[in-house]
């Protein structure tokens, strides 16, 4: 679920970080940086791990702040296929269910991966799990066990403007990084039909 990537990266260290040591102050740097943010092809970084190697610090022409090399170990949640992690249902429609799990919301299981005799009820705006004469649903807000099938990463930088083009923005926005998963195994869906 979480591993260990090794970046690079020059930041600059802002005079009202000179107090701190240089190795907290690139930390600070760093995860203001990269904290909550999703590099394409890796994941969503969570945290700096450590730091690896620092170069010297240099000071450009007319600014008062200093740049530095470094080489750092970031946390990065991305987790592989077929992975079983836990969340909770954080929405349902016709299409299937989201799941968050607190720190990433966009996961996903499409109704073609629910469990064998599932089916959504609009009336209550769940899906119901029907096994063995029970009706098993599937509430908000319900912990919930899920196996990992796809990790889709998505370039979202700015689409470049066309040539007399004034409108040329998107008008949704899809998530840089998502997760497609299944419950339609043994073990797998909401923890208490298993408990």
């Known amino acids: ?9 020059t930041l600059k260290i802002v005079p009202e970080d000179f107090r701190k040591t240089r190795e907290q ?3 600070d740097a760093i995860n203001e940086k990269y904290a909550n943010r999703v590099l394409h092809d890796v994941g969503l970084c969570i945290l700096v791990h450590d730091l690896v190697e620092i170069d010297e610090g240099f000071v450009q ?40 799990m607190g720190f990433f919301d966009d996961i996903t299981i499409p109704a073609s991966e629910m469990p064998l ?9 769940v899906w119901v799990w029907r096994y063995e004469g029970n009706e098993l649903y599937m509430d908000l807000e319900e912990p919930i066990r899920f196996r990992v099938l796809e990790t889709k990463f998505l370039d979202v930088s700015p689409p470049r403007p066309k040539i007399g083009d004034v ?3 998107p008008a949704s926005h899809a998530p840089p990084f998502s997760l497609t998963c299944t419950i339609a195994q043994d073990g797998l869906g909401l923890i208490s039909w298993w408990e």
Do not use: C
Request: net charge positive; proline share 2%.
């Open 1 to 9: 679920m979480f591993v260990l990537t090794v970046l690079r990266d």
């Open 25 to 27: 102050a690139l930390k």
């Open 61 to 100: 022409h007319s600014e008062g702040w200093i740049w530095i090399k470094v080489k750092f170990r970031m946390i990065v949640f991305r987790p592989f296929r077929d992975e079983v992690l836990v969340g909770r249902v954080r929405s349902a429609g016709a299409q299937g269910i989201d799941i968050s």
């Open 117 to 125: 005799g599932s089916e959504y009820n609009g009336s209550e705006g």
């Open 167 to 169: 409108d040329s923005v």
